[in-house]
């Protein structure tokens, strides 16, 4: 795994797909403001 690498683990399962840097700054950014805005609420139950 490298930076720029965008990896999902769900129910066990694996797959990963490669991002271009501007796409993963992109994708951080967008996670950020869903935490953000979540004004301490437990994201894991969306």
Do not use: C, K, N, S
């Not at 951080?28 to 994201?43: C, T």
């Amino acid at each position: 795994v490298e930076v720029g690498d965008y990896l999902l683990v769900q129910h066990g399962q694996f797959a990963f797909e490669r991002l271009d840097a501007g796409r993963a700054r992109e994708a951080l950014a967008l996670i950020d403001e869903v935490v953000a805005g979540a004004g301490g609420a437990d994201l894991r139950t969306w």
